[in-house]
């Protein structure tokens, strides 16, 4: 067990080496990119207010833990990365900034966006097959990475990766097998990816969101207050009515005994 640990780990290392080439090639793509896109000068304010999150400017040591989160969180389609949650936990608990600055994840996410844009370009140069499988791969560590790290906030898990990865260890209520199987799918990677891509959509999203959910108290209180008035009423006006139902009641029945007393029998007839 020791043996297959410390190849685990070698062989963790030896593709980091590679993933974080790649990285900083990709790196230097992005920043050219930021620096050669034009800002619209005459964009409306409410489109463009805190809409697109500032992505880290990464240096070599960050690169290096951020190749590690690739390598450790990636998992191909029908696997799973369960064994290497302990190694996962530990690379978070030592690089805070992981999980506390946003741009760590943006910087991932605008990486795999820009990769791929430019694999959709028709002018770029052909390249091997064997590259183009590698190329993917990286791209597809992308994902899980920022699988990674938006779980714990699109989950709604205060504790941060721990506690998501407490849950869908073993999941044990329907809530922590929704999430399991929503890290599985890498649906809060590819929502984060999606948030990435369309800044503008997701604070408008926000925006409705906090609306909706204030909506939905005051909704909720009216409604206490009409059913207490409701009740109020009921206790107030329902009891003078059912004593006046039981006086009408009472005053029949006694009419109806009186004409019964006064009427003539046959024999006084």
Request: proline fraction near 6%; charge should be negative.
């Amino acid at each position: 067990a020791e043996l297959s640990r410390a190849e685990f780990h070698e062989a963790c290392r030896e593709e980091q080496q590679v993933v974080e080439q790649w990285l900083k090639r990709n790196m230097r793509d992005l920043l050219k990119s930021a620096q050669s896109t034009p800002k619209d000068p005459h964009a409306p304010p409410e489109l463009i207010r805190n809409s697109q999150t500032s992505f880290r400017r990464a240096g070599k040591e960050d690169l290096r833990v951020l190749s590690m989160l690739m390598v450790l969180s990636h998992f191909e389609e029908g696997e799973t990365n369960l064994q290497r949650h302990p190694q996962l936990l530990d690379l978070v608990r030592q690089n805070r900034w992981l999980e506390e600055d946003p741009g760590a994840m943006e910087l991932i996410c605008q990486i795999h966006n820009l990769h791929m844009k430019s694999e959709e370009d028709k002018g770029r140069p052909p390249v091997a097959p064997a590259q183009e499988k590698l190329e993917n791969r990286f791209r597809h560590m992308c994902l899980s990475a920022v699988n990674t790290l938006a779980a714990s906030k699109k989950a709604g898990c205060p504790g941060g990766l721990l506690e998501v990865i407490n849950a869908i260890c073993t999941p044990k209520t329907p809530q922590a097998q929704e999430m399991r199987l929503k890290w599985q799918k890498k649906e809060y990677g590819k929502d984060a990816l999606f948030d990435s891509l369309f800044p503008d959509l997701k604070q408008f999203k926000d925006d409705y969101d906090k609306q909706d959910s204030w909506w939905d108290i005051w909704l909720m209180l009216g409604f206490l207050l009409l059913l207490i008035a409701g009740l109020a009423a009921v206790f107030f006006y329902g009891l003078p009515m059912s004593s006046k139902t039981a006086t009408t009641t009472v005053t029949t029945t006694a009419m109806a005994t009186g004409s019964a007393t006064s009427s003539p029998t046959a024999d006084e007839l």
